[in-house]
């Protein structure tokens, strides 16, 4: 606080900012010299004492940000810099002549602006603020007014000018009288040019689609499924839990897609067929158990591979339909738009937590003062994103009050020594588990040797069940690592469990290929990979639901017991290994997305009511910006091996030539290039193909693709540096505030004393 006889100094800086170039602007701080002058002249009116009530208002060509320094921020003592400039004031001052020869334009309007020229006495009921006139309203309109961009009468323009507006350190009333005369100024601009009608019509198409695109935006956000149960997690057990659910809503919806094709294009036109030849008929009787095994009577249908026909129906007259190309041709888009949505997925996520994020330091602030949905009008909601705000935001504190432990050479030593040997006894252990398995195979998992029904769950049932002790295993070597952070010791686990998941997949897979005389391989695959489903659905889910309500129950007489926590990684491992098992089956068994889907539902369901009803919260939160990116990673190498391996079967392994839809060829690739070389050489197609093997073609192609690299790579350069400057911009502002207000601290403890 700085006041003579009642009155009171207030300074306000402001920080003009250029623009140029295409990339964006750099900002150019020209009124410091001019701040300090106000200061000194300021200074030795006050040693006059001359009544001060007058605010300073510098504008240089049309404002900016501007910085206001209140009686507050001039009273807090705690953040000044004490620095001695005795020995620079000589430079100063030749500095300040300098700046005034060639701003003579901005010395006169400092000298108009001196506290002495305002003679107005303060009234409490003025429409402004003291010593801001009507005129001086009008000289900040006509500034703004010289820029021509903002002063076109069009949409984009109108909201430039606004903002423009709003970024004015004045009152709401000023800064509605402003707009008033910005927008008659703009109006009566364009009453000189009339807007054409392709203009009228660019911008009506602009407004109409952002409005088009905010409603079904809003219209999403309001048919997304789980939304509720979604915020109902993340409000008991934080982000970590609830990224696993929502990993679980993100397959569950790339399945829908997908059974929307295959069931569209594969299974609906041979039910016709079926139909059409007289129904579907039956070798075997329905048994209960067939359901468990794939067996018997489902061993015909559509359900696998062999229950599909080689024949070309022609339902609506003078159309026909392909099965086998519509199999084929189906399957490979199946995977192409599958591999095409998880790759964006997963650039997203990473792009959202790792480049975008990486240079965030107001975290806190955000958190603080816009992470509220002000559109909640549900109090079951507003509670629930209470305490996910709550959680969050204890998160964040967890990571940030994480005590740093000074460790000792031998601790270190100790501690890379365990790790070290951890890991290779888990790669150890993995190695002889891929043995182990292939020798297991061998005893009986032989298809044909199968004699009863309940020998069909043999393998599956040894599967789960190895995966389930592996995990505990890895868990507790988890434990003997000692992590400190709960989010790395989950991300090793789910590492750990991903590469289980791979030999287990890739030993059963290899054993499966290698195995092809029987007289339907396909259906054979299929059937073991759908028993794999069905199995691990009942020791997965509910085995371990089970285990899970005994240990809380338990946990209620026995103290020493502990309730049970969520366990992530195990529950990811279910989710990536039926991803696994579901691209790797949807060759030999077209229906297997409805049975996964109904699968999906079920799993959500149960395990939200026993994480709701018996686990307890983990005892450390942990933000889980990166494990979904993890999810994303994980899954899109399991796409990948398995595109790969079914890209080796397709070319390489001679398909089964008594049953399925291409039983008359020797390998599933064949229906493209036979159907190919049947094409004429006047065929649109041979055309199409001519004319993108050309050299120039092919060379347009790989230009364009140059331009384009190198256009993104400049602009994302041009983008780095500009971020870069404009953080020194700021940092560079907030040290020129504090050197102001340390300036006109002493200033002003100077005039104490010499009035004393």
């Known amino acids: 606080q700085w006041q003579r006889s009642g009155c009171q100094c207030q300074v306000i800086s402001w920080y003009s900012y250029n623009r140029s170039s295409a990339a964006g602007g750099y900002h150019t701080l020209r009124s410091v010299p001019f ?4 200061c000194i002249v300021a200074v030795k009116m006050q040693r006059r004492r001359t009544n001060l009530s007058s605010v300073f208002n510098i504008d240089d060509d049309g404002g900016g940000p501007s910085t206001s320094y209140s009686e507050r921020e001039i009273h807090s003592q705690d953040n000044l810099l004490h620095m001695d400039f005795s020995e620079k004031n000589t430079c100063f001052a030749d500095e300040l002549k300098l700046w005034g020869t060639q701003r003579g334009t901005l010395l006169q309007k400092t000298i108009n602006f001196m506290p002495s020229r305002f003679k107005r006495q303060l009234s409490l009921d003025s429409r402004h603020p003291p010593g801001l006139r009507d005129n001086d309203i009008d000289e900040l309109a006509q500034q703004i007014e010289q820029n021509n961009q903002l002063m076109a009468d069009n949409p984009l323009s109108r909201h430039l000018r606004i903002e423009r507006i709003k970024s004015l350190p004045q009152t709401i009333n000023i800064k509605r009288e402003i707009k008033t005369k910005l927008s008659t100024s703009a109006r009566s601009r364009s009453g000189s040019r009339r807007i054409t009608h392709w203009e009228r019509f660019k911008y009506s198409y602009r407004i109409l689609r952002a409005r088009v695109g905010a409603c079904l935006a809003n219209t999403m956000t309001n048919l997304e499924i789980w939304y509720g149960s979604m915020k109902n997690i993340e409000g008991h057990f934080g982000s970590g839990v609830s990224a696993y659910f929502k990993f679980l809503r993100w397959l569950f919806l790339s399945y829908c897609i997908v059974a929307v094709l295959c069931f569209g294009f594969i299974a609906l036109p041979q039910l016709l067929l079926n139909k059409h030849q007289g129904g579907f008929k039956p070798t075997t009787m329905f048994k209960f158990l067939d359901i468990f095994t794939g067996e018997g009577y489902l061993a015909t249908t559509v359900l696998f591979y062999g229950g599909y026909s080689n024949e070309t129906i022609s339902i609506i007259p003078k159309n026909t339909y392909n099965l086998p190309m519509g199999y084929f041709l189906t399957m490979i888009c199946v995977y192409l738009i599958t591999f095409i949505i998880m790759s964006v997925s997963m650039a997203r996520s990473y792009r959202r937590t ?17 992470a509220w949905d002000f559109g909640i009008s549900n109090e079951k909601m507003a509670r629930l994103a209470h305490k996910s705000l709550f959680n969050e935001i204890r998160e964040m504190l967890n990571e940030l009050e ?7 050479f031998l601790q270190k030593f100790w501690s890379i020594a365990l790790k070290t040997s951890s890991h290779f006894l888990v790669l150890f252990m993995l190695a002889g588990l891929g043995v182990g398995m292939w020798t297991m195979l061998k005893y009986f998992g032989d ?5 009863r029904s309940f020998s069909y769950l043999y393998l599956p049932i040894a599967t789960n069940c190895i995966m389930l002790v592996m995990q505990m295993v890895f868990g507790y070597i988890a434990k003997m690592e000692g992590y400190k952070s709960p989010r790395t010791k989950v991300h090793v686990n789910l590492m750990r469990n991903f590469l289980l998941e791979v030999v287990i997949i890739g030993v059963l897979l290899g054993f499966w290929i290698s195995d092809t005389k029987s007289q339907c391989w396909e259906t054979a695959i299929g059937q073991e990979i759908y028993r794999l489903v069905i199995v691990d659905f009942v020791i997965s889910v509910c085995g371990v639901t089970i285990y899970q309500i005994t240990k809380s129950l338990l946990s209620r007489s026995f103290t020493f017991i502990g309730a049970p926590e969520f366990d992530i990684s195990q529950a990811s491992l279910s ?41 307890k919260p983990p005892a450390k939160l942990w933000k889980s910006t990166q494990t979904h990116t993890l999810y994303l990673v994980m899954s899109f190498l399991s796409l990948l091996g398995v595109l790969v391996a079914n890209g080796y079967i397709m070319t390489q392994v001679k398909v089964s030539q008594t049953c399925g839809p291409f039983r008359n060829f020797n390998f599933m690739y064949e ?10 050489k006047d065929h649109i197609f041979w055309r199409f193909v001519v004319a993108i093997i050309r050299p120039a073609f092919i060379g347009c192609i790989l230009l364009g693709m140059c331009v384009i690299v190198y256009y993104l790579r400049s602009k994302s350069r041009a983008r780095i540096g500009m971020v870069k400057l404009l953080k020194e911009m700021l940092y560079m502002e907030a040290r020129d505030k504090e050197f102001l207000l340390g300036h006109i601290m002493k200033l002003a403890q100077k005039s104490d004393g010499h009035t004393e």
Not at 354 to 370: L, N, P, Q, V
Not at 600 to 614: D, N, S
Not at 673 to 679: D, F, M, S, V, W
Request: a negative charge; aromatic letters at 12%; glycine letters at 2%.
């Open 575 to 615: 989710l990536v290994f039926n991803q696994t098992l579901f691209f790797i089956g949807l060759l030999y068994s077209p229906i297997l997305p409805v049975i996964v889907i109904v699968k999906m539902i079920l799993m959500f369901y149960i395990l939200k009511a026993i994480l709701i009803k018996y686990c």
């Open 402 to 408: 994480m005590p740093e432990i000074e460790q000792t």
């Open 354 to 370: 790792f480049i975008e994020a990486s240079g965030i330091t107001s975290t806190y602030a955000d958190k603080i003062f816009c």
């Open 35 to 38: 701040v300090i002058l106000c």
């Open 447 to 451: 298809i044909e040797d199968v004699t």
């Open 671 to 680: 229906i493209i290039t036979l159907t190919i070389a049947k094409l004429t």
